[in-house]
């Protein structure tokens, strides 16, 4: 079982940046992919950006130019680097790990609020 533990969320003014921080205890499986998606009130839950243990990258069309996910993959760790926020940004932030491309992982949550 892997746990992922979510940290950086808050409110912030439109604007402004936020950096999520993702930490995933350790196993002999290989993380093939890391991911944030998120989930406003009444809406679906969608993703936002991913990475691969490559270091491939996708943005939601959403996102791109303002949003920067990246990985250590000696710590384990996906981070989510976000910039030029706007309120329809605000939402629930969840962390992904997927291993062995079928065991699929979620982090708890954290709040980002984006209002003036």
């Known amino acids: 079982q892997v746990q992922l533990v979510e940290s950086g969320g808050g409110l912030v003014q439109p604007g402004g940046s936020l950096r999520l921080s993702c930490a995933a205890s350790r196993t002999r499986f290989t993380n093939n992919y890391m991911a944030w998606y998120r989930q406003a009130p009444e809406k679906q839950r969608e993703l936002v950006a991913g990475i691969t243990n490559g270091g491939s990258t996708n943005y939601a069309d959403s996102v791109k130019g303002r949003f920067t996910i990246s990985r250590d993959n000696a710590e384990n760790t996906v981070s989510l680097q976000m910039n030029s926020l706007k309120p329809e940004d605000t939402a629930v932030y969840y962390c992904?790990?997927?291993?062995?491309?079928?065991?699929?992982?979620w982090g708890q949550g954290t709040q980002v609020t984006v209002s003036s």
């Open positions: 992904y790990a997927q291993y062995e491309w079928r065991y699929n992982y």
